[in-house]
């Protein structure tokens, strides 16, 4: 198992490699000169190529690429904005826990309520709870983030007046983020979960454990749910990467400095050195989201726990 | 027992009470400040150096942390004013020489001295934002307070040295050295010193009481004055967001309001907590035609066929369709340049398709280029409308700007282009739109005309920089369709009732510097 868990580290070096070299030739082929863009048509010549110079610029697109992995993957420094002069890496560090509040802090509600209300309607198929929840679900699934956040803003900041609209000065101002980030996600979690338990709830096992005359809430937590639970990680673990990933919405929406917010501004300043970072941070980010799943999978099933014992075996 | 308990409640409340009550009319502080005020800024500073001092946010609390050798005008005069140096002496066409004032300090006590001068103007040169340093040649010490500017050629105008003297912010070297950088960790010499700064979120100024420029108050210009305590920025990116902070009052000010909401605080309780005012921008859109692909009649017929209300109205809610070469924010704007009863007020289809009869249009399909924002597409597939409703075809090409700017140099290759243009006044900008010296003898619109030339340099110059002589350029532009002004980009500015006189610098709402309630 933790030669499997060595190699999938292995592996992420490589998937963050080429996510680095993917975005970094990206930006690299996007058009325009990018110190005109930062200095405005009124920088002269000489101006401009001395930005040029200042950025790395004016080197060919190896020399480039080749310093970006060396600092990046090397001295772990993505070097400092070129629209602002602070440092990337500080200013991402900064920003990195307030994304993971919101991300983890959703991730955590999303899969309590939302596999709650799917199993729930499994369980009441066809009866007015699993329809209720359905259409619950479905509301969710097609509300977009900003919109459900701005509803959101409106009830419990201006109406009730209970939470802040904005900012990250107390813990209550996240828990907005949280809701609206995690709502999306609950509904697909609900109808994940709900569909993974129909697959099992006329599964032989079950009914032999009904016909043994087991409780149905013991059948249900200890035969129906590990057997559905595959399919459930899977949609969690890619709906964390993507929760985390869709969080310039939110956190633009509530202004929260985030990662999102920072590779909002990085993109739409043409400033490449946030862009860079916060995309080998979201790789990275996903890539261990997938690895704990994996991981997971190996805990609730057996023959996939033996077959990394056995990859073991015949190397060892 | 309960009835004791009880009273003990009631007193506790009626004290809590009293000190609320206290502390909300206790506004105005013993020292005569105002205790806080909040801003809404729509960008993130993430940081505090002292350069890009024209960068939305920060022209508006930069220059309460750094300072500059002169002001310009906080009036939109647009005339030097003494700051950090005392003044300066004309040696020859290339050399001034200036002294500085001998008690400047920033808030680490260290003295601004000539090396400090030369040590900040170099940094900035050296880091690639010195922008309109292109007469600046170098800084030559003389003594501790007294300096040499070199110009690499005479100044033609005092405006010409404007970055330099008044943009290029000074601060010690000693303490950039000890900081190692100022981007969270400022060390200036301005009226404000940083409480608290948290990049993306928010930027808290606080008063500083050892303020140098206390003793030059009534000389300095009013942007130095520190009329509030506090003043917390805080970064609240989406528009809506900001209206609802204003609403629940943890917003004071916030200059990015949509026009269309702008009602919810005229026509409701909220009219008497707050002032509206509609706040236009320094940036417009024109529309250069090419002059050496379409004639005078073809451009007047392009020209009567656009109804730039329509554009604006298709671009969204903050574009507001333009009436002359510039808006009420330039410093030499007046109302007598109003194009009225010309092409850039009247839309016409009448008269385009007279004109387009009278022209050489063969049927050929124009090139419209423009800059690829989404805006600017929204209003390239209106105009693309407008103009086929008179026949003539058009082809829209999306580019980045400096695409845009390399294209438009060409020769061929284009015959309308759609950009954004802005400078510090109205001949300012008309630079780039009626110059004959912007494509080598032409302009950018490829019009090679002396008369142009003469007029555009006439109403230019600081003796004949009036709006009768500017009138006259823009007749003559009109009259030969030189040019179309499309639109401009206009918000809500709006601000508590808090702020009984929002000052204004050169067009910037400074709230450190405005007067408030029972002030």
């Known amino acids: 198992m933790s030669r499997y868990v060595i190699k999938r580290l292995l592996l992420t070096v490589v998937i963050l490699w080429c996510a680095g070299f993917v975005v970094f030739t990206l930006t690299y082929l996007v058009p325009g000169d990018v110190a005109k863009i930062l200095l405005g048509p009124e920088a002269t010549e000489d101006v401009l190529v001395i930005k040029r110079a200042a950025l790395g610029l004016d080197q060919p697109y190896l020399v480039q690429l080749g310093r970006f992995m060396y600092n990046t993957f090397i001295r772990f420094d993505f070097g400092d904005s070129w629209v602002f002069s602070s440092s990337v890496m500080a200013e991402l560090l900064e920003r990195i826990p307030r994304t993971l509040i919101i991300g983890l802090s959703g991730m955590i509600i999303n899969v309590s309520i939302g596999t709650i209300l799917g199993i729930i309607a499994a369980t009441h198929e066809g009866k007015w709870q699993d329809s209720f929840v359905m259409v619950i679900a479905m509301v969710f699934v097609s509300a977009p983030d900003f919109f459900v956040a701005l509803l959101l803003i409106l009830l419990f900041s201006l109406k009730l007046g209970w939470l802040p609209a904005y900012g990250i000065d107390s813990w209550t101002g996240y828990i907005l983020p949280i809701i609206s980030s995690s709502l999306g996600a609950i509904a697909v979690n609900a109808r994940q979960s709900r569909s993974s338990m129909l697959e099992v709830i006329r599964a032989d096992f079950v009914t032999t454990a009904r016909a043994k005359g087991q409780k149905e809430s013991v059948i249900t937590r200890k035969h129906m749910l590990p057997n559905a639970m595959m399919p459930i990680i899977t949609g969690v673990g890619g709906g964390l990467a993507v929760m985390i990933a869709g969080s310039p919405v939110i956190e633009s929406v509530f202004s929260i400095p985030g990662v999102g917010a920072y590779l909002l501004s990085g993109v739409n300043q043409h400033d490449y050195p946030v862009v860079w970072a916060c995309v080998i941070f979201l790789a990275l980010f996903t890539s261990f989201a997938i690895l704990i799943m994996d991981l997971c999978y190996a805990f609730l099933d057996p023959r996939i726990k033996a077959q990394y014992s056995r990859g073991k075996k015949v190397k060892g | ?519």
Not at chain 2, 173 to 194: H, L, R
Not at chain 2, 228 to 241: D, G, K, L, M, N
Not at chain 2, 255 to 273: C, G, H, R, T, W
Request: hydrophobic share 40%; charged share 20%.
């Open chain 2, 1 to 519: 027992m309960k009835n004791k308990m009880f009273k003990k409640a009631a007193a506790l409340a009626l004290s809590a009470s009293m000190l609320v009550g206290m502390t909300a009319s206790a506004e105005v502080l013993e020292n005569g400040r105002f205790d806080k005020i909040n801003v809404a800024l729509a960008i993130d500073p993430q940081d505090l150096e002292p350069d890009s001092v024209n960068n939305d946010p920060r022209f508006y609390f930069i220059y309460s942390l750094y300072e500059t050798l002169f002001d310009m005008a906080d009036d939109g005069s647009r005339e030097l004013r003494p700051c950090m140096a005392a003044g300066y002496e004309e040696v020859d066409d290339t050399t001034w020489k200036i002294t500085l004032k001998d008690n400047v300090y920033d808030w680490n006590g260290n003295q601004i001295t000539s090396s400090d001068v030369k040590f900040s103007l170099e940094w900035l040169v050296e880091s690639g934002n010195a922008i309109r340093f292109d007469y600046f040649d170098s800084v030559e010490v003389i003594d501790d307070l007294t300096f040499n500017m070199h110009w690499k050629e005479p100044l033609p105008a005092v405006s010409e040295a404007e970055f330099p003297l008044t943009r290029a912010l000074v601060f010690s070297q000693a303490s950039y050295e000890a900081n190692g950088s100022f981007a969270t960790n400022p060390v200036g010499t301005g009226a404000y010193k940083v409480k608290e700064f948290t990049s993306g979120s928010k930027l808290v100024l606080e008063a500083n009481d050892d303020y140098w420029g206390l003793a030059y108050i009534d000389e300095l210009e009013p942007r130095h004055r520190a009329n509030v305590q506090e003043i917390e920025f805080q970064v609240i990116t989406e528009a809506s967001t900001a209206v609802v902070g204003l609403e629940t009052g943890t917003v004071d000010l916030c200059s990015y309001v949509p026009i269309a909401m702008m009602e919810e605080f005229e026509n409701s309780s909220l009219a008497d907590q707050y002032t509206t005012e509609v706040t236009v921008s320094g940036d417009y859109y024109y529309i250069a035609p090419n002059c050496l692909n379409l004639d005078e009649n073809l451009r007047k017929a392009i020209f009567y066929a656009i109804d730039n209300a329509s554009v604006a109205t298709a671009m969204g809610g903050t574009y507001v369709p333009m009436d002359t070469f510039g808006t009420s924010y330039f410093s030499d704007y007046d109302e007598s340049l109003i194009l009225n009863d010309t092409f850039i007020t009247d839309y016409d289809m009448d008269k385009a398709k007279e004109y387009l009869a009278a022209s050489d249009y063969d049927g050929r399909t124009l090139v419209l280029l423009t800059n690829n924002s989404e805006a600017a597409r929204a209003a390239a597939q209106m105009i693309q409308a407008f103009l086929l409703q008179i026949g003539v075809q058009t082809e829209i090409q999306s580019v980045t700007t400096d695409n845009f700017e390399t294209q438009i140099a060409q020769e061929s290759g284009w015959d309308l282009g759609m950009n954004t243009i802005g400078g510090p006044d109205m001949v300012g900008a008309w630079h780039l739109l009626f110059d004959n010296e912007v494509n080598g003898d032409a302009t950018t619109c490829w019009v090679r005309d002396e008369e142009l030339q003469n007029l555009y340099e006439t109403a230019c110059a600081d003796a004949t920089h009036d709006a009768e002589h500017m009138r006259a350029c823009l007749d003559y532009v009109i009259e030969h369709a030189y040019c179309y002004s499309l639109v401009g980009t206009s918000s809500a500015l709006i601000y508590s009732n808090k702020i009984t006189d929002l000052y204004k610098r050169e067009g910037y709402y400074t709230v450190s510097s405005s007067t408030y309630e029972g002030q």
